[in-house]
């Protein structure tokens, strides 16, 4: 098969003379990898948890980006989809599973209430005020209340455009 | 209206149990406030069914606030007891509904009402840890950021 | 051998209990011996922050309380008030409001019937094709109030805005769409034997049993208690349409999930009168808004999932004093202990599936 510039990636490949070989650095090729095969974590608290079914059922269909399969054991994840308010009660348990994702890990922050509170920010004595303030480090952060299924899908997008600009590591 | 014929019936029966009657609410006494309401419960009257406990600070009292309703007759009542702050216990009704069990442990988490003979009286909404009940209307916490005044 | 009884978190975070549910299960083997449920993970101190809103600024947070029958949230905590300050809607916000309501109850019993087929092993397809119709349904109410989940749509003393022109056809087409699709649901699910067989005698709940530990809804008709809020204390114009109240038999899971998908259909018929009455006039709440009420309410309406009752204290300011808020997700969870005691764990999770609790209400 011959390569040619309509290929989606054909930026990271280099054509090779005489055809049935490409190039690529393993850089480009892993990052590519790792943003199109996002296995999310099952971690729905409240009313956003319905707009991240509705996002994974047919009419939006996430399985088109390589997330669909949603999986509820954290050591088989890759991202953790924070959708709904987070309490004191429960912000034990946030951090035991970030903790037990394996490397590389990312996290989405899905509605009003984990970016910071939401509308319970005032006058509210159980409501943490947004997943940074339980100590985990957020990489996207969707803004909505709920957001609609297709801002979910722009941030996993975002997402995915922020792995395939990361460099590797030395390891 | 109905609040009338109930408080008339209860009246007959115990003859010193009601603080206040209004059209909306009757008010009983703590200490025979059980047997009124087995009375309601298994009576003429049929409220077999506990709807919703729940209560009201007052700052100087706790009003606790009991809706019962029957099905045959299709009523509402709103009963009151008024606790005084310093002596904030109350019997359960656990052995006459089991509705009851829950609601209960609401109350004494949000206001710190003690129900005597309660099988299980934790907190259920909080965290076991807390000592202060927030729906006092003097809680202090921190971290309660309360909404600015405009 | 020696043999242990073994105690086992069903932990907050876990694929079948519906949201952030903790239930700590003792097993002997695969018997559940007993079980303590704990809730309180998603307490937002709703019930603190109206204390410090005014009521026209609560509206929003009753949307977040049962997050998949918002309108049913607004619609009881707008009659609550309305009877304790005693204003009356206009007739048309009245059939808009029905309309709304019972659009709201179908979309919630496809989800609750749906999750509960997931929770017995069919994973995917029954999830799908309810999501597929209640698709359809959100996107009425997106062209209606701009909102897919949180809809705050309704207000003291009417609804905020007029529905716009030609969403009357498309409620009518849903309304013909619907009925056909329900056959499918028929195949899939209702006459299937490995269906049947997982939920058939499974968790019966016994007449007595429901009402002394205040279980209201499907849930209670499923048990044999023919007692509907619509028909028997009617409100807003209930009274005026035509609709069969369904009961089960046995109180087993079975009937729970036949109870809610016969409910579907009688609100179709509600939803058709509704819309061939719809009155001329103008929606929208024009009264004004500084309200201070004093006394106290008490007024229950009937939810997808039981009786949600509002008790307001007014004081004369423009805050509430006290507003209580008797969720009916709550009963219906207390009823899970005495309902699991005996059964597999697989079985239990099918009772947790049929009861369809929302953590939403339950913590408030």
């Known amino acids: 098969m011959a390569v040619n510039e309509r290929i989606p990636g054909s930026e990271y490949l280099e054509k090779f003379p005489g055809g049935e070989v490409i190039l690529a650095k393993s850089q480009d090729v892993f990052n590519w990898a790792k943003g199109a095969s996002l296995w999310p974590l099952t971690f729905g608290l409240a009313c956003c948890a319905i707009e991240m079914m509705t996002t994974g059922a047919s009419h939006f269909d996430i399985d088109r980006f390589g997330s669909g399969v949603f999986r509820a054991s954290p050591r088989q994840c890759d991202v953790m989809i924070i959708a709904g308010t987070i309490c004191v009660k429960m912000q034990d348990s946030i951090k035991r599973l970030y903790d037990q994702m394996p490397e590389p890990k990312y996290v989405i922050a899905m509605g009003n209430c984990a970016i910071s509170g939401g509308i319970f920010y005032h006058d509210s004595y159980s409501v943490v005020k947004g997943a940074e303030a339980v100590g985990i480090p957020v990489d996207v952060y969707v803004a909505g209340c709920p957001p609609r299924p297709e801002n979910l899908l722009n941030g996993i997008i975002k997402l995915q455009e922020k792995i395939r600009s990361t460099k590797a590591r030395v390891t | 209206m109905e609040t009338a014929i109930v408080s008339k019936s209860i009246q007959e029966r115990f003859p010193d149990a009601i603080v206040e009657t209004k059209p909306e609410w009757i008010c009983l006494k703590k200490e025979i406030f059980t047997p009124v309401l087995q009375f309601l419960k298994t009576g003429h009257l049929a409220f077999i069914n506990l709807h919703c406990i729940t209560a009201v600070d007052r700052q100087g009292s706790v009003e606790v606030v009991y809706h019962l309703y029957s099905f045959e007759h299709k009523w509402m009542l709103t009963i009151k007891v008024i606790l005084l702050d310093s002596d904030l216990t109350i019997d359960s009704l656990t052995s006459l509904w089991s509705a009851a069990n829950w609601l209960e442990r609401e109350v004494f988490d949000l206001f710190g009402v003690k129900f005597t003979g309660h099988p299980d009286l934790r907190r259920i909404l909080n965290p076991d840890t807390w000592s202060e009940h927030p729906l006092r209307k003097d809680f202090k916490r921190d971290g309660f950021i309360p909404r600015p005044v405009r | ?364």
Not at chain 3, 27 to 37: F, N, T, W
Not at chain 3, 209 to 222: F, M, Q
């Open chain 3, 1 to 364: 051998m020696d043999y242990e009884e073994l105690i086992i978190n069903m932990g907050p975070q876990h694929p079948s209990t519906h949201g952030v549910l903790y239930l700590e299960l003792k097993l002997d083997g695969e018997i559940v011996v007993d079980c303590r449920p704990n809730i309180g993970y998603l307490h937002r101190s709703i019930e603190k922050i109206a204390e410090n809103r005014t009521f026209v600024q609560f509206m929003p947070f009753t949307d977040r309380l049962d997050y998949l029958a918002s309108m049913n949230n607004n619609l009881g905590f707008c009659l609550t008030m309305e009877k304790l300050l005693q204003i009356e809607a206009p007739a048309r916000a009245q059939y808009l409001r029905v309309i709304m309501a019972e659009l709201n109850r179908v979309a919630s019993h496809l989800f609750a019937v749906s999750t509960f087929a997931q929770d017995l092993g069919a994973y995917a397809t029954p999830l799908f094709y309810a999501l597929r119709d209640r698709e359809k349904i959100v996107q009425i109410f997106d062209q209606i109030c701009g909102q897919r989940l949180t809809y705050n749509y309704m207000r003291i003393g009417g609804v905020s805005a007029d529905i716009p022109v030609g969403v009357d056809q498309l409620i009518r087409d849903f309304i013909i769409y619907e009925r056909q699709m329900m056959a499918e649901y028929d195949d899939l699910l209702t006459n299937n034997v490995i269906f049947r067989a997982r939920s058939k005698m499974i968790g019966v709940l016994s007449k007595e049993s429901a009402i002394d530990h205040g279980v209201t809804g499907p849930n209670l008709r499923a048990s044999g208690f023919k007692w509907d809020l619509r028909k028997d204390e009617p409100y807003l114009m209930y009274d005026q349409f035509d609709f069969n109240v369904p009961v089960g038999k046995n109180g087993d899971s079975w009937d729970r999930y036949n109870v809610r998908m016969l409910e579907i259909m009688e609100s179709l018929k509600i939803i058709e009168q509704a819309l061939n009455g719809l009155p001329e006039g103008d929606p929208v709440a024009k009264i004004n808004k500084a309200y201070r009420p004093t006394g106290e309410i008490y007024v229950r309406t009937e939810n997808p999932r039981g009786e949600l009752g509002f008790y307001v204290v007014g004081d004369g300011n423009p805050f509430p004093y006290r507003l209580k808020i008797r969720a009916p997700s709550f009963s219906n969870l207390s009823v899970l202990t005495s309902l699991i005691r005996g059964l597999n764990i697989s079985d239990a999770v099918c009772v947790l599936g049929s009861l369809d609790v929302v953590m939403g209400e339950i913590d408030r």
